[in-house]
């Protein structure tokens, strides 16, 4: 799918969104003074708070870097938040030849073990990974690296030499609003979210007036009660994140 393909589903998403909000506001019986940027801002700090606090606003992925020479500092996308690991498919100098592996060659040289009569087995799979692993740590298989989360640099302790190489990335980057807006799991965060804050929004703004003059005494506006509404609902989200009720990886087993 296309950046633009993504931006025009992200915008009918959204409206979607905003009209679930406006419905249970009760804009279809009375006005309700909440601008379009409002909505807007009210969702991006839905986005926020969602990606801060909960794991499923986050994703593991991976790609590729291609080396370029006498370069060690590339700038990553902004979506980016963590670098785990680098990988090669050669050892020696970054760039400069070496030896070539694919790691998945220990499946193809020990595939004799599914054949009966032969000798070797699993023992010889787990030499033969043993093997690469010290071949990597012995001879530049493994490459050190900082990773500044701010300003999305990522820095290689190694020069390059050349430009015929390619690097594998673990990265951990934010989900895309697209994505966040499609799941029904987060989308019943956004949702519920951003009517919690257009609520206190709304009551900020009663609230500075208190009531209206009127001939049978005026009407006294709800400003209170509604941001009284809005941060009691943010605080039950809230708790139901910590509840894993959004998609959330609960902690695994923990001993001591």
Not at 50 to 75: C, H, M, N, P, W
Not at 180 to 204: A, H, M, N, P, Q
Not at 218 to 229: F, H, I, M
Not at 233 to 239: A, D, K, Q
Request: net charge negative; with cysteine.
């Amino acid at each position: 799918m296309s950046e633009e393909t993504d931006l025009v589903t992200s915008k009918k998403l959204e409206q979607k969104l905003f009209d679930y909000v406006r419905l249970r506001l009760g804009d279809s019986m009375v006005e309700v003074e909440l601008g379009a940027e409002d909505y807007e801002n009210n969702l991006t700090r839905a986005v926020e708070v969602f990606r801060t606090r909960s794991s499923f606003g986050v994703e593991e992925s991976f790609a590729f870097l291609a080396v370029q020479k006498d370069t060690q500092i590339y700038t990553l996308p902004e979506e980016v938040q963590f670098v785990r690991k680098i990988w090669r498919r050669s050892i020696g100098d970054l760039g400069n030849g070496g030896s070539n592996f694919d790691p998945f060659i220990g499946g193809y040289y020990n595939a004799y073990i599914l054949n009966a009569g032969r000798s070797g087995g699993l023992l010889s799979l787990e030499l033969f990974t043993d093997y690469q692993f010290q071949i990597n740590r012995m001879f530049g298989g493994d490459i050190d690296f900082n990773f500044n989360s701010v300003t999305k640099k990522l820095s290689l302790i190694r020069r390059p030499l050349d430009t015929q190489e390619h690097l594998l990335l673990q990265i951990y980057n934010l989900k895309p609003v697209v994505q966040l807006l499609s799941d029904y799991r987060s989308l019943t965060f956004l949702k519920e979210y951003v009517l919690s804050l257009c609520k206190i929004t709304l009551g900020e703004a009663r609230e500075k007036y208190g009531n209206i003059p009127g001939p049978s005494g005026g009407t006294t506006l709800n400003g209170a009660a509604l941001k009284s509404e809005g941060y009691a609902e943010i605080e039950r989200l809230h708790t139901d994140i910590g509840l894993y009720r959004f998609g959330e990886t609960p902690l695994g087993l923990v001993t001591g």
